[in-house]
């Protein structure tokens, strides 16, 4: 069921900071533009690299879930690992029937194509985002 690794989700309490610095620590080339997700109430940018992306999360709005983590993280870390599957709700149903924990239901993530969660409880201590291949991908 596990496809490739799309991306490693960090939090961050300013973006631009961090786009900066991948670029000059880490000579990074390509970043997308910074832009507002509200409905998840995260800003969001991503970081190009040649084998995969890391996707900067910034809290957008007041209740932006992310918040919390940076409360405890106030500098930003590491949130979120995602994977790749072929189908979201076969994987979200498959999760289920092996007793994991998903959190909420199937939603248009920042690559435009079905997300979920999984709790860190059943992955280790790490959030699992499981993200439907792009059709484009193929």
Same mark, same amino acid.
């Given at each position: 069921m596990i496809g490739r690794l799309n991306h490693i989700g960090i939090a %961050?309490?300013? /973006?631009?900071d961090?786009?900066?610095?991948? *670029?000059?620590?880490? =000579?990074? %080339?390509?970043? %997308?533009? *910074?832009?507002?997700?509200?409905? !998840? #109430?995260?800003?969001?940018?991503?970081?190009?690299?040649?084998?995969? !992306?890391i996707e900067l999360i910034e809290p957008y709005g007041e209740n932006s879930p992310i918040h919390a983590f940076l409360e405890k993280?106030? *500098? =930003? #870390? !590491? @949130? @979120?690992?995602?994977?790749?599957?072929?189908? /979201?709700? $076969?994987?979200?149903?498959?999760? &289920?029937? &092996?007793g994991? %924990? $998903?959190? =909420?239901e199937p939603r248009i993530g920042a690559h435009g194509t079905l997300i979920i969660f999984i709790h860190p409880k059943n992955m280790g201590g790490v959030l699992v985002e499981l993200m439907e291949t792009p059709k484009e991908a193929h």
């Open positions: %961050t309490p300013s /973006i631009e961090s786009v900066a610095m991948y *670029k000059d620590l880490m =000579g990074a %080339t390509s970043a %997308t533009e *910074k832009r507002a997700m509200p409905d !998840q #109430g995260v800003w969001v940018s991503f970081v190009d690299l040649p084998n995969s !992306q993280n106030p *500098k =930003g #870390g !590491q @949130h @979120h690992v995602c994977f790749e599957v072929p189908d /979201i709700y $076969v994987a979200r149903d498959e999760m &289920k029937a &092996k994991a %924990t $998903v959190l =909420g």
